[in-house]
């Protein structure tokens, strides 16, 4: 299909006539046919999502108002478990509510504390700006070195060498690392890198932010310890909607969480005298829950299971196969080099692509209407999503870029 | 007015006929003739609050999208801001997002790892179950000792005396306190408490949450040092909308909060090695911020402005007295206890009824459409939140109550 020319816009067209998931984009608010890749950033409003917030106004908090905390109280872990199974997390060990950053405080504070005697953190190279500021504040504060774990070259993913390599003097309490990269796409092996830590003595804890919903995701099966992840991004829960964070059960009494708030009590009304933590995800839970957030989190996840992760995961190496393909073929004489990696099992669902000209690239792209983001320095990030990502927008962004780049 | 069979329904008629705010209760949702005295808990949508979030579904995440980020980045400090005008903060002091107890921990964190040498946090004895747990929390991970400020008496506020007592030997870091108690709505003196702490060498933490939009407050007046406050209660956000934090200019840097999100950076977007803290208060936020919350808050505050704090603070201290007066007229008889202090200066905008069946009482006010709540043990709460409240609410609540216990 691939020629020297890259594929054509009929071939794009074809694949999306022939895509299984292709009428989910209509259950979308507001999409027209300009591209819009941010699947990775801030996934659009459903039609549901909309309903349901609007309900919420006329009937719950506009109509019964605080009598609705009856149903509210039980969003953050009732939510939680429905997104645990996206994750492969059984009952009881997610819940919703905070920042990602919030919630990666709470679990790298909760990690650190209990190994008094591990000397290090670790964190992957290149990782996200509020993860490695997180776990370095966490160190500070409690005397711990940080260390980086290294990526399999600029691009790739963090390997369990790597993680052998940074943790091999048994010193690391916990290892701090995205599944999916944000800058390239590259993801990591959830199963060998979470073994890898634990031979060494460290916990592992997994930022889920570019992978959940966009991945399948087995927590439970690899043993994991400690997840995050936002819900803005694939889950389509909207602007700054609450993150999630995953605690194994076996670790519910041992990593104790330490924003000790009135909703991670064992019995949250009591108001007694000590603070007794929930004995499970609850006690991840801090103070009163955003209601409205986790509402479209809901409804995020709904169209999920409707769609289905495998079919998902299927759709988007198909997308992110094509873009690649496209984008070697007619963007690499321009000096455009792909950062994702080739392997499927070595990409989450978003391409990057490196000019050293990006920034300015991205401001003409939308300018135009075409809707990618741009990472310092060099980095374009174009996203598949395939609850509404199409074939064409791939293919027309990259022919966008190829014409500015012919210029 | 108030004679032994108390105010009648006419009387209170009248004052609603004449309360220069009855205009503002038709700006809000869904709000009929039933009594709803639960301003103190979760205050009512308003229209205009329904339109803007209408607007974010339909021309922000469901419009322009990832764009809109270009406008809701500075929505924590911006209407951060704008509540500090509302609560005597200079420009640059408060930030809003995350939940009350996270907020809470984030300043009290900062506090005690501040003060190294104090051995110890006070809270106020009687304090909402989160402010203590936290403070219990946070001093038991530094190793300290947490102590108790009395209150003048069972119901009333900490004062300058108490707090001069439990920080008399220099020992203690800081001082956690409601400014109006949750339980009785005693008020303590902003003024004189702050001092008492400062004699002492402790900071002052004030919890705003059942004071914010109901009482006059001049933080920066009173040289307090922090503060927080939820926006759900008289300013009608919505259930689990962003709280504030407020940290004086003088104190941002020598008391940076230890949640090091990258929304607190000084440079957001460098994404650079090491985290610089931001000199003001967006040092106060952590990460992507729930812009539906925000906005919400921005409009709850639109109409506190239009009205008027001096405005509000003189309706609601005529109905507080006129609920006081009109439950020591008829329900004193039938053993309920005024537990809201009788001085204006000691008293916030709600007035709590102590009675032994409490918990069932309320059970049944609900069941008639009285909406009050109950706090254990014994403890019945109605809220006078003048945008919406009228006198006839407090009137109807006070009779259905007199005609359960007349039974």
Same mark, same amino acid.
């Given at each position: +299909? %691939? =020629?020297?020319?890259?594929?054509?816009?009929?071939?794009?067209?074809?694949?999306?006539?022939?895509?299984?998931?292709?009428?989910?984009?209509?259950?979308?608010?507001?999409?027209?046919?300009?591209?819009?890749?941010? $699947?990775?950033?801030?996934?659009?409003?459903?039609?549901?999502?909309?309903?349901?917030? &609007?309900?919420?106004?006329?009937? *719950?908090?506009? @109509?019964?108002?605080?009598?609705?905390?009856?149903?509210?109280?039980?969003?953050?872990?009732?939510? @939680?478990?429905?997104?645990?199974?996206? #994750?492969?997390?059984?009952?009881?060990?997610?819940?919703?509510?905070? !920042?990602? !950053?919030?919630?990666?405080?709470?679990?790298?504070?909760?990690?650190?504390?209990?190994?008094?005697?591990?000397?290090?953190?670790?964190?992957?190279?290149?990782?996200?700006?509020?993860?490695?500021?997180?776990?370095? *504040?966490?160190?500070?504060?409690?005397?711990?070195?940080?260390?980086?774990?290294?990526?399999?070259?600029?691009?790739?993913? /963090?390997?369990?060498?790597?993680?052998?390599?940074?943790?091999?003097?048994?010193?690391?309490?916990?290892?701090?690392?995205?599944?999916?990269?944000?800058?390239? @796409?590259? +993801?990591?092996?959830l199963n !060998?890198?979470t073994e890898?830590a634990h031979?060494?003595?460290?916990l592992m804890?997994?930022?889920?932010?570019?992978?959940?919903?966009?991945?399948? /995701?087995e927590l439970d099966g690899a043993g994991a310890d400690?997840?995050?992840? !936002?819900?803005?991004?694939?889950?389509?829960?909207?602007? =700054?909607?609450?993150?999630?964070?995953?605690?194994a059960?076996r670790?519910?009494?041992?990593?104790?969480?330490?924003?000790?708030?009135?909703? @991670?009590?064992?019995?949250?009304?009591? +108001?007694?005298?000590?603070?007794?933590?929930?004995?499970?995800?609850?006690?991840?839970?801090? $103070?009163?829950?955003?209601?409205?957030?986790?509402?479209?989190?809901?409804?995020?996840?709904?169209?999920?299971?409707?769609?289905?992760?495998?079919?998902?995961?299927?759709?988007?190496?198909?997308?992110?196969?094509?873009? #690649?393909?496209?984008?070697?073929?007619?963007?690499?004489?321009?000096?455009?080099?792909?950062?994702?990696?080739?392997?499927?099992?070595?990409? =989450?669902?978003? %391409?990057?692509?490196?000019?050293? $000209?990006? &920034?300015?690239?991205?401001?003409?792209?939308?300018?135009? *209407? %075409?809707?990618?983001?741009?990472?310092?320095?060099? %980095? /374009?990030?174009?996203?598949?999503?395939?609850?509404?990502?199409?074939?064409?927008?791939?293919?027309? &962004?990259?022919?966008?870029?190829?014409?500015?780049?012919?210029?």
């Amino acid at each position: +299909m %691939v =020629g020297l020319t890259g594929p054509s816009r009929a071939d794009a067209e074809a694949l999306d006539a022939s895509n299984p998931l292709a009428g989910f984009r209509e259950r979308f608010v507001g999409l027209d046919d300009r591209p819009y890749l941010l $699947g990775h950033s801030l996934g659009p409003l459903s039609r549901r999502t909309r309903d349901r917030l &609007a309900q919420l106004t006329d009937d *719950g908090w506009g @109509g019964r108002r605080a009598q609705g905390w009856s149903e509210w109280l039980d969003l953050p872990t009732g939510v @939680g478990d429905r997104l645990g199974a996206l #994750i492969g997390a059984a009952p009881g060990q997610v819940a919703l509510g905070d !920042s990602t !950053s919030v919630q990666l405080y709470k679990l790298t504070a909760a990690a650190v504390a209990a190994r008094p005697h591990a000397e290090a953190v670790a964190v992957a190279a290149d990782e996200f700006a509020t993860d490695r500021y997180v776990v370095a *504040g966490v160190a500070d504060s409690h005397r711990r070195e940080v260390r980086t774990v290294a990526t399999d070259g600029p691009d790739g993913p /963090i390997t369990a060498d790597t993680v052998d390599e940074a943790c091999a003097d048994g010193a690391v309490a916990l290892v701090v690392a995205s599944l999916v990269r944000f800058r390239t @796409g590259a +993801m990591a092996d959830l199963n !060998s890198v979470t073994e890898a830590a634990h031979r060494r003595g460290a916990l592992m804890l997994w930022d889920l932010s570019h992978a959940v919903g966009a991945v399948p /995701i087995e927590l439970d099966g690899a043993g994991a310890d400690l997840a995050v992840g !936002s819900t803005y991004k694939y889950l389509n829960a909207g602007p =700054g909607a609450p993150a999630f964070a995953y605690r194994a059960s076996r670790h519910a009494g041992d990593l104790p969480q330490p924003i000790h708030g009135w909703f @991670g009590h064992a019995d949250q009304f009591e +108001m007694g005298d000590a603070y007794r933590p929930h004995g499970d995800a609850r006690q991840l839970v801090v $103070g009163t829950p955003p209601v409205a957030g986790l509402i479209a989190v809901d409804e995020g996840l709904a169209l999920h299971e409707e769609a289905g992760i495998g079919a998902l995961r299927r759709a988007s190496l198909a997308q992110t196969d094509f873009a #690649i393909d496209h984008a070697e073929a007619v963007l690499a004489p321009l000096r455009v080099a792909v950062a994702t990696p080739r392997a499927a099992v070595r990409r =989450g669902s978003h %391409v990057a692509l490196r000019h050293p $000209g990006a &920034a300015a690239l991205v401001e003409h792209l939308l300018a135009e *209407g %075409v809707v990618v983001d741009h990472r310092r320095p060099d %980095v /374009i990030r174009l996203a598949a999503a395939p609850l509404h990502t199409r074939f064409v927008d791939l293919w027309d &962004a990259t022919e966008a870029l190829r014409t500015l780049l012919s210029r």
